[in-house]
């Protein structure tokens, strides 16, 4: 179940627009989700989680949403602003593995 | 406690030496992973413990690569005869258990020279 990263995609938005951040995730086993923000130099951090009992999750400014048929995963950033600017990454945990697994990461370019 | 800490920061090695990585978790976490991550990548699984005990690891962790969690506390991540395809940013991150998010420190930038 373990999700291959590629080339790193990069989107590209202006402030104050929203965002949509798509990952496929691999395992139709996977249970739980999150979605990861990553600042240049520093660890991932924690922005949103779902699990897979939910399509839909609402944040402050961000919604994670899910297609279990489909495998696929979104986030959703309301209002741009350049402090979003990161590397976005999914995570999705099989029951059976006890480990995230991540996608290979979204940049996200917000331009002032 | 403010969160998963890692020490170093940084470490620049040259190529056939060792090298250790601390991290120190958020303390009510039995839970703590070790993963590697380089350049344009996500975070690669390296291996977990649960408490004291290493309950997994991944196959890119060679026979140089070892880690202990003592007391169930701190781990620490060691790397020996250092390679330059070893070269990457190690994070580490804790949680309160399977089905929980985790919490990642701010990683060890290892360069091999």
């Known amino acids: 179940g373990e999700s291959v990263g590629l080339h790193l995609p990069t989107l590209s938005v202006q402030e104050g627009d929203n965002s949509i951040i798509n990952c496929a995730y691999s395992n139709s086993a996977s249970d739980y989700f999150i979605w990861y923000k990553q600042e240049s130099g520093k660890g991932p951090q924690f922005i949103i989680d779902i699990r897979s009992n939910m399509d839909k999750r609402q944040g402050q400014r961000v919604t994670v949403l899910l297609n279990k048929t489909v495998k696929h995963l979104s986030l959703q950033i309301a209002a741009t602003q350049p402090g979003d600017s990161a590397v976005y990454f999914c995570?999705?945990?099989?029951?059976?593995?006890?480990?995230?697994?991540f996608g290979s990461g979204t940049k996200l370019n917000v331009k002032p | 406690d403010t969160g998963v800490s890692q020490d170093p920061r940084h470490k620049i090695t040259k190529r056939g030496q060792n090298v250790t990585f601390r991290c120190d978790p958020i303390?009510?976490?039995?839970?703590l992973y070790w993963y590697r991550q380089t350049l344009g990548q996500g975070p690669e699984f390296l291996t977990y413990f649960q408490n004291e005990a290493q309950l997994e690891k991944s196959r890119l962790l060679s026979d140089r690569f070892s880690a202990e969690r003592p007391k169930g506390s701190f781990s620490t991540l060691e790397i020996q005869r250092t390679e330059q395809g070893d070269s990457a940013m190690y994070l580490c991150a804790s949680s309160s258990g399977s089905g929980y998010g985790y919490t990642f420190g701010s990683g060890t930038r290892l360069t091999v020279v």
């Open positions: 303390s009510e976490h039995n839970r």
């Open positions: 995570a999705e945990n099989c029951p059976n593995f006890n480990k995230f697994y």
